[in-house]
């Protein structure tokens, strides 16, 4: 029997630092597939994102090529018409979700990188760390974040990584503040006293035992930054304040303003780009429900609920429990 223990390999304690990439459950996957709104915001949204990868193939040629007459209506020629500079809506429209799903993305993962790391840190250690972070915090929630990042973006080169760092400096400090308050109420769970009481580092305790049991937060979180980051970046480049030379959603409706699409009528030329920024939206607004689904216990709770009472073929319905008086 011993020789069996001795013969089985230890666990490698390099392979806990990696716990929290463990992908989700079945049941999870299952879930959260069968949620007809987080279906159809997973559709959305990556139709746009196969739309980015393959765009030498959904719309051929150079997006910044002039193609025909300025404001052309959409044609058999031109799918959605021509901009007030002569070029292909419909091109500008499928190359520029390349660079505005980047930025999305880009931006949202390092503001909920640098959330979880401050927000986890100045909620464990508490004290005079807690103050700092805390004040620090504090300080990025009450600056206005649209007129320092436009102070932001006016004064640094123009850029895709100039727009991801601007939006990642104003926009972390919300979901540190979440972070911040879950990890204070983790911190005082049995699992995290064993662990720090069986000699375990302070930042193993927090990022692998307390970061797994946020994984709902912080992909809450993401999605969320990800929507800030499309649209904030789409309005700095509408007012002009981003690079006017890169093909993004945001430069197509700013070159459709400076060329009065809206004053002569041309819808196609501004439309488009403004109609997928808020699909976009919308899809990944869907899919952070169908998350929500899965990790809140109230909604998992009725979503079992419901579906008992489909497959018994009982109507649902809404009632408030009375109870009966009963005198004395």
Do not use: C
């Amino acid at each position: 029997m011993d020789s069996e223990n001795r013969s089985k390999p230890a666990p490698s304690n390099a392979n806990n630092w990696f716990r929290f990439l463990r992908l989700p459950s079945t049941s999870a996957v299952y879930t959260l597939l069968g949620s007809p709104k987080a279906r159809f915001g997973f559709v959305i949204v990556m139709t746009f994102i196969l739309a980015a990868v393959f765009a030498p193939l959904v719309a051929p040629g150079d997006p910044k090529e002039y193609v025909g007459i300025q404001n052309q209506a959409p044609s058999g020629e031109f799918l959605l018409g021509t901009n007030p500079q002569g070029k292909d809506v419909l091109r500008q429209l499928v190359w520029g979700s390349r660079l505005s799903l980047l930025i999305g993305f880009g931006s949202g993962s390092l503001m909920v990188s640098i959330a979880t790391v401050i927000g986890m840190i100045a909620g464990y250690y508490r004290g005079i760390v807690d103050d700092i972070l805390n004040f620090i915090m504090n300080l990025f929630l009450v600056i206005p974040g649209l007129p320092l990042l436009v102070l932001l973006s006016a004064y640094l080169k123009p850029g895709t990584t100039t727009i991801i760092f601007a939006l990642a400096f104003t926009g972390w400090a919300y979901n540190a503040r979440i972070i911040r308050a879950q990890t204070m109420s983790l911190r005082e769970k049995d699992f995290v006293a064993a662990a720090a009481l069986s000699g375990e580092s302070t930042l193993y305790v927090i990022f692998v035992h307390i970061l797994p049991n946020m994984v709902n937060i912080i992909v809450g979180g993401f999605i969320g930054a990800v929507i800030y980051g499309i649209m904030a970046s789409t309005g700095l480049a509408f007012l002009g304040l981003a690079s006017t030379q890169d093909v993004t959603w945001g430069t197509n409706l700013f070159w459709a303003q400076n060329g009065g699409a809206l004053m002569i009528g041309a819808w196609w030329a501004f439309v488009p780009s403004g109609l997928a920024v808020a699909l976009v939206a919308f899809g990944l607004a869907l899919i952070n429900y169908g998350m929500d689904e899965i990790t809140n216990p109230r909604l998992s709770a009725e979503g079992k609920i419901r579906s008992v009472l489909k497959k018994a073929r009982i109507p649902l319905m809404r009632a408030t429990p009375v109870v009966p008086y009963e005198e004395d």
